[in-house]
């Protein structure tokens, strides 16, 4: 993988930084370390705090301690391993960027993607994705029974949280959004005071994470009567979801895709309230590519992960988003969120 990685971004070496990549690349759990690949032996560079467990989950690396001395360190490895251009994430600093210059003035630095590195999943690694999705699903399944006029979005929001760290998460994905509503129009209302009233749409979206793997769900409930206009909404992201997830498989382009949400929703002439993208890729990261977006042109292949997730927001009215996470097969989905997606009324 990895003297394929560098011939492909055409460098003799590559400083990796991100804690995901550094993680899917060496099996290093821990934080604030790197890796320097080249062709003939890979490092992890690392201080004092994290040496022992480096040896540990980082077969076949071999763990430095830099000790405060990381531009010297990464000079020092250039010089060993004769290189000269040097593949960087785009995380890379301008201090540190500065800091590299100084001691290997020859140094050519080229952007090198090592996310795409993750872009497929193994069974593995979809099976963690799949555990996480039953996490957040089983952590909202306790929740519905406590949704009801009075509570605040907060409150809901911190029973979920401890709903979804009862059931297994090591933490949450991403703030949790609970937007009810007319705050049901802000696409990420992360959850407020606001106390929930009659009437109301409410937006879930929240996610749990397993052996470092994410998940993403969105589903909005209503509380008590709503008016025929947002039960309209409901029918229409529910059909829209519905829509793409029986088109999607392996062949398709990711903005295909996403064009295919929007001239449904264009039917239902709501395609100017979806003003953001389908659906994003999750493992690691909550947020990975390729996104189901009309700026990304990547042939979606078997093994990826996206979310599918259409939303309107009418602003002063509401909205609704419903979201699941799937896997990419050859001949459709498998769709790893099992929450129900049907209209639910508490
Ligand atoms: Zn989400
Ligand atoms: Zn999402």
């Not at 490092?43 to 990381?70: I, W």
């Not at 360190?73 to 890379?92: D, I, Y």
């Not at 080229?110 to 963690?128: G, N, T, Y």
């Not at 042939?299 to 996470?325: K, S, W």
Request: charged content about 30%; hydrophobic content about 40%.
């Amino acid at each position: 993988m990895i003297t394929e990685f560098l011939k492909e971004n055409a460098v003799e070496a590559a400083f990796i930084q991100k804690d995901e990549n550094c993680r899917y690349i060496s099996g290093f759990t821990g934080s604030d370390s790197y890796l320097f690949l080249t062709a003939e032996e890979a490092y992890l560079l690392t201080d004092s705090r994290y040496t022992e467990q480096a040896r540990e989950e980082a077969a076949g690396f071999a763990v430095v301690d830099c000790a405060g001395k990381l531009a010297d360190t990464v000079a020092s490895l250039m010089e060993k391993h004769h290189a000269v251009r040097l593949g960087v994430e785009s995380v890379l600093s301008y201090r540190m960027y500065l800091a590299f210059h100084e001691k290997m003035p020859e140094a050519v630095f080229s952007f090198c993607d090592a996310d795409r590195l993750r872009q497929i999943k193994s069974e593995e690694e979809i099976a963690k994705i799949a555990e996480a999705c039953r996490i957040s699903d089983e952590g909202f399944r306790r929740i519905v029974p406590l949704i009801r006029k009075g509570r605040t979005e907060a409150e809901l929001r911190t029973a979920l949280e401890c709903a979804m760290m009862e059931a297994g998460s090591e933490g949450k994905s991403f703030d949790t959004i609970v937007a009810s509503g007319w705050r049901s129009a802000y696409p990420h209302g992360t959850a407020t005071k606001k106390v929930i009233e009659e009437g109301d749409l409410v937006t879930f979206d929240f996610g749990a994470i397993y052996e470092g793997y994410h998940s993403d769900i969105t589903r909005t409930v209503a509380v008590g009567q709503i008016t025929e206009q947002q039960r309209f909404l409901y029918d229409s992201v529910l059909d829209c979801v519905l829509h793409i997830e029986s088109l999607l498989k392996a062949g398709e382009r990711a903005c295909d895709v996403d064009r295919k949400a929007r001239d449904f929703l264009k039917g239902k002439e709501l395609d100017s309230y979806f003003t953001h993208a389908l659906g994003h890729s999750v493992g690691l990261e909550i947020h990975e590519t390729p996104v189901l977006a009309p700026r990304d042109k990547t042939i979606l292949r078997a093994g990826m992960i996206e979310t599918i997730e259409p939303g309107v927001y009418i602003p002063g009215i509401g909205g609704v988003r419903i979201e699941d996470t799937a896997a990419i097969q050859d001949d459709g989905i498998l769709i790893l969120t099992k929450f129900p997606k049907d209209f639910l009324c508490v």
